[in-house]
T-cell receptor, first 114, second 115 residues
Framework: AQSVAQPEDQVNVAEGNPLTVKCTYS??????LFWYVQYPNRGLQFLLK??????LVKGSYGFEAEFNKSQTSFHLKKPSALVSDSALYFC????????????FGSGTKLNVKP | GAGVSQSPSNKVTEKGKDVELRCDPI?????LYWYRQSLGQGLEFLIY????????KSGLPSDRFSAERTGGSVSTLTIQRTQQEDSAVYLC?????????????FGSGTQLSVL
């Protein structure tokens, strides 16, 4: 069955330090992977996606994500966190064999402390 | 419009009343999705439209929930005889076409509170 797991409900990091938000997935076809961010009282905003090609994908606001096929992971990273990065982050996957649905993870709350 | 528009932004209702939530997708977007986000939870898929038809209604929690889309544009999610467990943020999203590499564009959601 298709699914997405975000094992951490919350990630705390100090401003200026690197951050990682973890995501693993399960699909039967080729995975199409996405990261979204949600600020308070707002809808979700697209950050980046992996379709094919280079395993390291660069996106908005300095974020990047690394696709690892053998580990079925798509972790979100940023070399230097900002306080303004504090938000709720969602990983999502579409199954290339049946791409009608987006499957979303449960979300990870990122707290960046000054 | 410039983005996906949802109305109302907030709705407070009494248990047992019916509510209608509206979504106005980005012009020209053929795919439209409804999701529900409960406090502290992830996104729960409700229903998906391609044009005016709904090939996948599998996420609707009960027969109290229904949705329609007219003119390939505006969609309405209706909840009948609301219950307290229906309290959540209802998010609408649209996509230009049904293509696996297309991203979703989300509205700001409707916060539904059932008293």
């Amino acid at each position: 069955a298709q699914s997405v797991a975000q094992p951490e409900d919350q990630v705390n990091v100090a401003e200026g330090n690197p951050l990682t938000v973890k995501c693993t997935y399960s699909v039967s076809g080729n995975p199409y992977l996405f990261w979204y961010v949600q600020y308070p009282n707002r809808g979700l905003q697209f950050l980046l996606k992996y379709i094919t090609g280079d395993n390291l994908v660069k996106g908005s606001y300095g974020f990047e994500a690394e696709f690892n096929k053998s580990q079925t992971s798509f972790h979100l990273k940023k070399p230097s966190a900002l306080v303004s990065d504090s938000a709720l982050y969602f990983c999502a996957v579409r199954d290339g064999g049946n791409f009608n649905k987006f499957y979303f993870g449960s979300g990870t709350k990122l707290n960046v402390k000054p | 419009g410039a983005g996906v528009s949802q109305s109302p932004s907030n709705k407070v209702t009494e248990k047992g009343k019916d509510v209608e939530l509206r979504c106005d997708p980005i012009s020209g977007h053929t795919a439209l999705y409804w999701y529900r986000q409960s406090l502290g939870q992830g996104l729960e898929f409700l229903i998906y439209f391609q044009g005016n038809s709904a090939p996948d209604k599998s996420g609707l929690p009960s027969d109290r929930f229904s949705a329609e889309r007219t003119g390939g544009s505006v969609s309405t999610l209706t909840i009948q005889r609301t219950q307290q467990e229906d309290s959540a943020v209802y998010l609408c999203a649209s996509s230009p076409r049904q293509n696996p590499n297309e991203k979703l564009f989300f509205g700001s959601g409707t916060q539904l509170s059932v008293l």
